[in-house]
């Protein structure tokens, strides 16, 4: 395909994107996949998928919240809880809590939070966002939806609504997904299990 024709392709991409995603914020985003994943669907719009099913990611990476360069393949070996969050997102504020607690006790048992901060046009609300409720991990900016058009292959389990949670396994692997506004019971039962893996 020629750059003329994906620059034409792109704003339409990003538009339906933007669709999807504003039809999901604030009602707990029941939307679900199509096409072939091989997941198993779980209860409450959380997905699992088994070991032997499980795709990589495409690359995500950025600039950060506060400018600094993240690269989420730097950090294969670990679990790594992605949380797509936008400050303008009532059910984002609602979780929010319960991710800053569950990353601060997860973190010695290998497991690294980071944020994709989206459809905020300026870091200074999403910075805010992150000092009112004690978000020490980083969060990758992207505001107009890059990274969750780019970041994952078609077919795997990828965010489609605000907020989605994306846990990858330790060998960087989609292992998990929520559509929803999660409590921290619901985050523990969707990380706890891969910590165990082996």
Same mark, same amino acid.
């Given at each position: 395909? #020629?750059?003329?024709?994906?620059?034409?392709a792109?704003? $339409?991409?990003? $538009?339906?994107?933007g669709?999807?995603?504003?039809?999901?914020?604030?009602d707990?985003?029941?939307s679900?996949?199509?096409?072939?994943?091989?997941?198993?669907?779980?209860?409450?719009?959380?997905?699992?998928?088994?070991?032997?099913?499980?795709?990589?990611?495409?690359?995500?990476?950025?600039?950060?919240?506060?400018?600094?360069?993240?690269?989420?393949?730097?950090?294969?070996?670990?679990?790594? $809880?992605?949380? $797509?969050?936008? #400050?303008?997102?009532?059910?984002?504020r609602?979780?929010?809590?319960?991710?800053?607690?569950?990353?601060?006790? +997860?973190?010695?048992?290998?497991?690294e939070?980071?944020g994709?901060? +989206?459809?905020d046009?300026?870091r200074?609300p999403?910075?805010?966002?992150?000092?009112?409720?004690?978000?020490?991990?980083?969060?990758?900016?992207?505001?107009?939806?890059?990274?969750?058009?780019?970041?994952?292959?078609?077919?795997?389990?990828?965010?489609?609504?605000?907020p989605? +949670?994306?846990?990858?396994?330790?060998?960087?692997?989609?292992?998990a997904?929520?559509?929803?506004?999660?409590?921290?019971?619901?985050?523990?039962d969707?990380?706890?299990?891969?910590?165990?893996?082996?």
């Amino acid at each position: 395909m #020629s750059l003329s024709r994906i620059r034409a392709a792109l704003p $339409v991409t990003l $538009v339906t994107l933007g669709a999807l995603l504003l039809s999901a914020c604030g009602d707990g985003g029941a939307s679900g996949g199509g096409g072939q994943t091989n997941y198993i669907a779980g209860d409450g719009g959380i997905s699992t998928v088994p070991k032997q099913d499980r795709r990589l990611p495409n690359e995500l990476k950025g600039e950060t919240l506060d400018g600094k360069q993240l690269d989420i393949a730097h950090l294969k070996g670990k679990v790594v $809880v992605m949380n $797509v969050w936008g #400050s303008w997102c009532p059910p984002c504020r609602a979780e929010a809590p319960a991710f800053a607690k569950v990353a601060k006790e +997860t973190k010695a048992e290998g497991v690294e939070f980071v944020g994709i901060n +989206t459809r905020d046009a300026k870091r200074e609300p999403a910075i805010a966002f992150e000092k009112n409720y004690s978000v020490e991990y980083p969060s990758l900016y992207d505001p107009i939806g890059k990274l969750l058009v780019n970041g994952f292959p078609k077919g795997s389990l990828n965010p489609q609504t605000i907020p989605s +949670t994306i846990v990858l396994d330790r060998d960087g692997k989609v292992a998990a997904r929520a559509l929803k506004a999660l409590s921290e019971e619901d985050l523990r039962d969707m990380i706890d299990p891969l910590i165990r893996e082996k």
